[in-house]
């Protein structure tokens, strides 16, 4: 009998289906991957267990017996830990509080005991020890810790609930390798105690490292379980992209000779950085030929967007010679820069792009406006303008009229880079533009960026994903800590030689 | 009656129905709803006489509240609570101008809009530059404003409304209505045009739906908000000197009844206290249903204790059609 | 108030970090400097009397900010702890009126006025909390409600407290005034409720609601409890406002609801939740009494009083939050 079992779970957010059918079992004792494109209905399935999303039908089931999750609330007694994507930590808590927040040990009723709590922070501490990194302790306040060091303590407060059932949702994401391998190794020790784990991650190194079984997910429907010694990493993406998709998901990188535009001199270059320090990176150095796609490399965080968002003028504190088109620029803030035809497009776009709930019309219209200098918004013309640009990606949308949060992820993505399309811009800097969007968005927006490069437009293009890289930039420069420390062109653009680079110490 | 003519001068021909939100149309219905109440408890209270008299304090109410809306609107917790200083401020500056002179009416008009308007960008300074919280910084200059009233009335009369003035808000001037009401529709249509039509406009949303997106497509963030506030000052100064036309002479802290009810005014127009959607036709139909329910509650013959109760427990249900949050649970 | 400042000599980096544990600490600096200041324009002020002036007339501020904090700990708001105070203020002048002023009497009044306050709180959570209806307006509506329940038991001001209540306020037990064994009973309290599970539950859902819950806080029954135990502190502002005014009035504290809000800022709250200590709250309540003592002893005309305090307190206020930002930066 499984220890956890959904059959036939379905979500739905008015007529935005997040979750259509979702069929799980997990075993005590097994770690089990969970994989699926963004928006593919994996977290909703996560929070439907957790109790914070309210299944609109379908049955879950623990130790054979069906249960109502009334609520997160209600997870504690029924053995379910869960670790949320976007982390569940009180900020200004220390991290001896967050471990136990779930269930803050008492005293006399009313009291916190504290002995007891700081005795649960020091054990599961310890459990990381080593690898935690400098400025992590029992009583420092989540606030000061680094984005790696937040996430250790959501797997800390994860595991000191002590629960049958574990959810990890991509839990390693900002790990390093060895916080990462300490992980697995804590992972495996409670699966031997008879834990049920469910393991989210996009990497599929990790996946078939740790799971003992693969369930795939795809457009809110669980399509395939199998043993993991029964597959492959090929098979696995196969059943995630859908047979008839399968070709066109990882493109070869393209090793092809035409490296010519590669080697022009900084004189003609669209954009050209020299002597370029700030925060996070030093000493940054590039010129993007026209036509070419610049590619930034290495492992995540390591000063990539941080160059990005300095020359846009969104991180103040840089220095060095930016050039546009020969022509010196000062990224005194974005509408300095905009308006010298700069684009900057961030895969945080919740954050940085989405203007949400507006209808799409004035999601699509600020650089147009900013760059045309307009004073008013005339609704007829507006749409004119940027229905080319829409369809230039191959947007799916009802109406300029609709709110932008009725799109997919990916949709809303496209409307936020379609904002850059109306008026030329001399160079684009994407910053993993494609976090969290799905395959044929993808596929859409590399199709475009392609066009835009040949057009003369200077693109720079950093992608935490390897394949992505390799298959769109004809160039690479792998970044570690803060520096360029490789760069790849032409036939030396292989996955074997990034992950050497990007792995070497700086 | 008016009331729908008011909205059918929102926006000119078709373009109503995409203005017409759905608070809009639950504050239209209740305030109609209200007007057919008070008619049956009070024979004569939804007569064209009445109705205009309660128009006129709506307007008031109204015109305090376009500020408060914007100011609402560009979202980051915005709230102006020094609105009700300024309205007395500029009713007493105001007064003292024109000293019931007609030619004294033009200088005061532009005194007051200055004053409003500085005042508006101190509250913008603090809350941009210096990183105020919005509520902080309009409190603390709410004391500010209550202190310089003090100091004023020691030193110089009350000041008397210019008779122009006067006339302007309780006689009528045009089709039987008072120019404080054609003033009050012209507000809603700049403002109406202003939201919907203009870059201004579609900024004001931005920043209020998500400022850092806004930030990163170059919209200038501070610069907006300083904005907002200064308009919110002298909406609140024009509202300070049609106060002082209404009441013909200005008395101790005039505008403090309209801190908290133009907030309420703009909640009950659909624009929810968190910003970046929402608009200011809702804000009218708002503002005359505050006034006509509180108009209702002097009509009915029950004491202060009595009315205050019953004004507490509706604007709670009211208050239950709008702007309730999202659920912890999806 | 813990630990001396020995940190605070370990450069920039050791103040910032010390004042993210104390976010007092501004408060407190202002405090001394007002006192200096008081003591400098006129020595008296420092007199144990006229202290124990400040502290009879501030102590219903003190209260107040306490119960406003725990609100604010959550990040909501309350705009009717006035309306309480005056609510339980006349409820207690009145029932005392009626049932005569003797020890037991009153004691029993005393406690029929915690039940109004905490019914007035949790009126006030279910509202906001439970219905989710936005704290600002919502409280507001409240607050006409028990303000027109006040008018209701008494529709006009000067009905007297009996003899003993404010013979007591303004006395003295074992030669050490009512009001400072008050004030460390509140010490005690705050003490005693700093270190329970609601505090951190508070300042956890303060921190940001939608992870407190996630978290599997029971999030709508914590910030219940926050504006329950707001309404019982207003409560107790209330016996305070009756102890030092002996009279009831249905509109006493309609001028204390921003002032607690003010001072909760001052005292290093953020107003979004999740940070803040009482002591701050208490220490700033005490602030705006000082800055209005100090107008009046520095000489300031009376009509340019208003305008200075006014003036003084928004220059604290943003100095407040401009040196917690820094500190947190």
């Known amino acids: 009998m499984a220890k956890l079992e959904l059959r036939g779970v379905g979500k739905a957010y008015g007529a935005t289906v997040a979750l259509r059918q979702g069929d799980l079992e997990i075993e005590a004792g097994e770690v089990h991957a969970l994989i699926g494109a963004n928006g593919s209905g994996k977290s909703t399935l996560c929070k439907i267990v957790a109790g914070s999303v309210r299944p609109d039908r379908g049955e879950v089931l623990i130790d054979g017996r069906a249960v109502t999750v009334r609520g997160p609330e209600a997870t504690g007694a029924l053995g379910i830990g869960i670790f949320y994507q976007e982390l569940s930590l009180a900020r200004h808590r220390t991290v001896a509080e967050n471990i136990s927040l779930p269930r803050l040990p008492r005293k006399g009723g009313i009291f916190v005991d504290r002995a007891a709590m700081a005795a649960i922070a020091d054990r599961h501490i310890a459990l990381f020890a080593g690898v935690a990194g400098a400025g992590f302790g029992a009583d420092v306040p989540v606030e000061r810790l680094r984005p790696d060091q937040a996430q250790l303590v959501e797997i800390m407060k994860t595991l000191a609930s002590e629960a049958a059932i574990l959810i990890f949702d991509e839990p390693t994401s900002a790990l390093d390798r060895a916080q990462a391998e300490r992980f697995f190794e804590i992972l495996r020790e409670r699966k031997r105690a008879g834990v049920g784990i469910i393991f989210i991650s996009h990497r599929m190194d990790e996946i078939f490292a740790i799971a003992d079984r693969v369930t795939v997910i795809r457009d809110g429907e669980t399509v395939g379980t199998a043993r993991i010694e029964d597959t492959d990493p090929t098979a696995v993406i196969n059943l995630m992209v859908g047979r008839h998709e399968a070709a066109s998901a990882d493109a070869p990188p393209d090793t092809g000779g035409e490296d010519g535009r590669a080697s022009q001199s900084a004189a003609q270059a669209v954009l050209a950085v020299r002597g370029f320090s700030g925060p996070g990176f030093r000493d940054i150095g590039f010129a993007v030929a026209p036509g070419e796609i610049l590619g930034f490399g290495g492992l995540h965080g390591q000063g990539q967007s941080a160059v990005l968002r300095a020359i846009f003028g969104a991180l103040p504190g840089a220095s060095g010679e930016i050039r546009l088109n020969g022509d010196a620029l000062q990224p005194t803030g974005p509408r300095a820069t905009i308006a010298r035809g700069c684009a900057y497009i961030s895969g945080d776009r919740s954050r940085d792009g989405v203007i949400h709930e507006r209808p799409i019309l004035e999601n699509v219209t600020p650089i147009h406006f900013l760059r045309n200098r307009l004073g008013l918004a005339h609704p007829a013309r507006l749409r004119d303008k940027a229905a080319p640009a829409l369809e230039a990606l191959k947007t799916k949308f009802a109406g300029f009229g609709h709110p932008v949060s009725s799109l997919s992820g990916g949709n809303q993505q496209k409307v936020v880079i379609a904002r850059w399309l109306i008026d030329r811009p001399a160079v684009i800097l994407l910053d993993d533009p494609t976090k969290g969007i799905d395959l044929s968005a993808k596929a859409d927006l590399f199709a475009l960026i392609r066009d835009l490069a040949d057009e003369g437009i200077g693109i720079v293009l950093y992608s935490s994903e390897d394949a992505e890289l390799l298959a769109n930039a004809d160039r690479i420069l792998v970044f570690n800590g803060g520096r360029v420390t490789r760069v790849l062109s032409g036939a030396e653009r292989t996955r074997h030689n990034l992950y050497r680079a990007a792995y070497e110490a700086a | 009656m008016s009331a729908v003519d008011l909205q059918g001068g929102a926006g000119p021909g078709g373009r109503v129905l995409a203005i017409v939100t759905q608070p809009l149309v639950v504050a239209t219905l209740l305030i109609v709803g209200l007007l057919v109440l008070g008619e049956a408890i009070s024979p004569g209270f939804a007569s064209a006489q009445q109705i205009l008299r309660l128009l006129i304090v709506a307007a008031l109410l109204g015109i305090v509240a376009a500020g408060q809306n914007l100011v609402i609107l560009g979202g980051r917790e915005g709230i102006d609570l020094s609105v009700g200083g300024v309205v007395s401020l500029s009713a007493i500056v105001a007064g003292n101008l024109m000293n019931g002179q007609d030619g004294g009416i033009v200088p005061a008009i532009l005194a007051c809009l200055a004053t409003g308007a500085f005042f508006g960008l101190l509250n913008g300074i603090g809350v941009t530059l210096l990183r105020i919280p919005p509520l902080v910084m309009t409190l603390g200059m709410l004391g500010v404003l209550q202190g310089l009233l003090v100091v004023i009335r020691q030193g110089i009369p009350s000041g008397l409304a210019a008779p122009a003035l006067s006339e302007f808000v309780t006689r009528p001037f045009l089709f039987g209505l008072p120019g404080i009401i054609w003033l009050w529709v012209a507000i809603g249509l700049v403002m109406a045009f202003m939201l919907k039509r203009t870059v201004f406009g579609h900024r004001i949303y931005a920043i209020g739906a998500n400022e850092q997106a806004a930030y990163m497509a170059g919209v200038p963030v501070r610069r907006m908000r300083i904005a907002l506030f200064m308009l919110s000052g002298a909406f609140a100064s024009v509202a300070g000197i049609c106060l002082l036309g209404y009441s013909g002479s200005s008395f101790a802290n005039v505008g403090e009844q309209y801190m908290l009810p133009s907030i309420i005014a703009v909640v009950f127009g659909g624009t929810p206290l968190s910003g970046g959607k929402g608009g200011y036709t809702g804000t009218m139909a708002g503002a005359i249903l505050l006034v006509i329910l509180q108009s209702i509650l002097t009509t009915v013959n029950i004491d202060e204790s009595g009315r205050q109760i019953v004004f507490g427990m509706t604007l709670l249900v009211l208050l239950l059609f709008y702007g309730r949050g999202r659920a912890m649970r999806a | ?329």
């Open chain 3, 1 to 329: 108030m813990k630990g001396a400042p020995t940190a605070a000599a370990a450069g920039p980096a050791g103040l910032r970090q010390f004042l993210v544990r104390f976010p007092f600490l501004p408060a407190l600096c202002i405090l001394i400097v007002l006192l200096a200041l008081n003591g400098i324009f006129e020595p008296r002020s420092l007199s144990f009397r006229s202290l124990t002036g400040i502290v009879s007339t501030y102590l219903a501020l003190m209260m107040l900010a306490v119960a406003q904090t725990y609100v604010v700990y959550a990040g909501d708001i309350d705009l009717s702890v006035g309306a309480i105070v005056s609510l339980v203020n006349v409820a207690i002048v009145a029932l005392l009126q009626q049932m005569g002023g003797g020890g037991l009497t009153v004691l029993a009044v005393l406690g029929i006025g915690l039940a109004v306050g905490l019914a007035c709180g949790i009126v006030n959570g279910l509202v906001v909390a439970w219905l989710r209806l936005q704290a600002i307006v919502a409280t507001f509506a409240t607050s006409i409600l028990f303000t027109g329940l006040a008018l209701w038991i008494m529709p006009v001001a000067g009905t007297p407290a009996p003899a003993a209540v404010w013979r007591t306020y303004g006395g003295r037990i074992l030669e050490i005034p009512f009001v400072f064994w008050a004030v460390a009973a509140l010490a005690l309290v705050l003490a005693i409720l700093a270190r329970t599970r609601l505090t951190t539950q508070l300042l956890a859902v303060g921190d940001d609601a939608v992870r407190a819950y996630q978290s599997g806080l029971p999030v709508t029954r914590i910030r219940i409890r926050g504006y329950a135990l707001c309404g019982v502190f207003a409560a107790l502002a209330a016996f305070c406002v009756t102890g030092d005014t002996a009279s009831g009035d249905p509109l006493v504290g309609a001028k204390m609801t921003l002032s607690s809000v003010a001072a909760v800022v001052l005292g290093g709250c953020a107003l979004s939740g999740g940070v803040g200590t009482v002591t701050g709250s208490v220490l700033a309540a005490v602030i705006i009494g000082l800055i209005n003592s100090l107008v009046y002893f520095v000489g300031t005309p009376s009509e340019w009083q208003n305008l200075v305090q006014g003036l003084a307190i928004i220059v604290a206020l943003m100095a407040g939050v401009l040196v917690t930002r820094w500190a947190r930066s």
